[in-house]
């Protein structure tokens, strides 16, 4: 099966469980960041991807030039360890890890949580690929990902019992949209994946064609 499938499935099953009043919220936060247009204002096809450094799972600052020399890359954005439709995506990109180094690319995640919080995402699914702590998501800011969370939707993470502020050391209540980046040699993006809806992510199928096509 597929990612967009097993995603469709959580979704499925996690509406099935939430209220309609909340599920109503919900959707309203995510037709809103539609109706701005909120995924055409970052970086397209063809578009130079920009530097960065940032932590690794032990806290030591890495550059993600180190990763894209000579290589293609992959960069994955996921909004935490607390996500469940962050975490089947985490395990699909594992599980097609073998076949991205097949077609001459490195994987990253980035995420706006801590090294620790990171940590504990990598060691849970099992990672084998560098997952790296974007603080106060001012990387994702640089590329245009990040939203602010409506009042509405604070409430409605507090009653779920998630604490944003904890797993991300900062009152910022901002998060990136779901985005997947594949970067060519050159430093120029050559397959982008960005959406307003937090329970859509880039098919890993989407992904090797887009390495396949620039060999």
């Given at each position: 099966?597929?990612?967009?499938?097993?995603?469709?499935?959580?979704?499925?099953?996690?509406?099935?469980?939430?209220?309609?009043?909340?599920?109503?919220?919900?959707?309203?936060?995510?037709?809103?960041?539609?109706?701005?247009?909120?995924?055409?204002?970052?970086?397209?096809?063809?578009?130079?991807?920009?530097?960065?450094?940032?932590?690794?799972?032990?806290?030591?600052?890495?550059?993600?030039?180190?990763?894209?020399?000579?290589?293609?890359?992959?960069?994955?954005?996921?909004?935490?360890?607390?996500?469940?439709?962050?975490?089947?995506?985490?395990?699909?990109?594992?599980?097609?890890?073998?076949?991205?180094?097949?077609?001459?690319?490195?994987?990253?995640?980035?995420?706006?949580?801590?090294?620790?919080?990171?940590?504990?995402?990598?060691?849970?699914?099992?990672?084998?690929?560098?997952?790296?702590?974007?603080?106060?998501?001012?990387?994702?800011?640089?590329?245009?990902?990040?939203?602010?969370?409506?009042?509405?939707?604070?409430?409605?993470?507090?009653?779920?019992?998630?604490?944003?502020?904890?797993?991300?050391?900062?009152y910022d209540y901002e998060l990136p949209v779901p985005a997947t980046f594949v970067i060519n040699e050159e430093g120029k993006v050559i397959y982008r994946f960005v959406n307003e809806d937090y329970t859509k992510r880039a098919d890993t199928e989407e992904i090797l064609n887009a390495l396949k096509a620039n060999k």
């Amino acid at each position: 099966m597929s990612l967009t499938t097993d995603l469709k499935t959580l979704n499925d099953k996690n509406r099935e469980q939430i209220p309609n009043e909340v599920l109503e919220v919900m959707d309203k936060a995510t037709s809103d960041l539609k109706k701005d247009h909120f995924a055409d204002k970052t970086l397209k096809v063809g578009d130079s991807f920009p530097d960065a450094t940032l932590l690794n799972i032990k806290g030591k600052e890495v550059n993600l030039k180190d990763f894209n020399n000579g290589k293609k890359l992959i960069v994955s954005f996921y909004r935490g360890g607390w996500c469940p439709y962050c975490n089947l995506e985490l395990k699909a990109l594992q599980n097609s890890i073998t076949e991205f180094k097949a077609n001459g690319a490195e994987l990253i995640a980035i995420t706006p949580e801590t090294p620790d919080n990171s940590l504990s995402t990598s060691e849970k699914n099992n990672l084998s690929f560098e997952v790296l702590s974007d603080i106060d998501n001012a990387f994702a800011k640089k590329i245009g990902l990040v939203f602010q969370l409506p009042e509405s939707i604070k409430a409605i993470y507090s009653q779920f019992g998630l604490d944003i502020k904890k797993h991300n050391n900062n009152y910022d209540y901002e998060l990136p949209v779901p985005a997947t980046f594949v970067i060519n040699e050159e430093g120029k993006v050559i397959y982008r994946f960005v959406n307003e809806d937090y329970t859509k992510r880039a098919d890993t199928e989407e992904i090797l064609n887009a390495l396949k096509a620039n060999k």
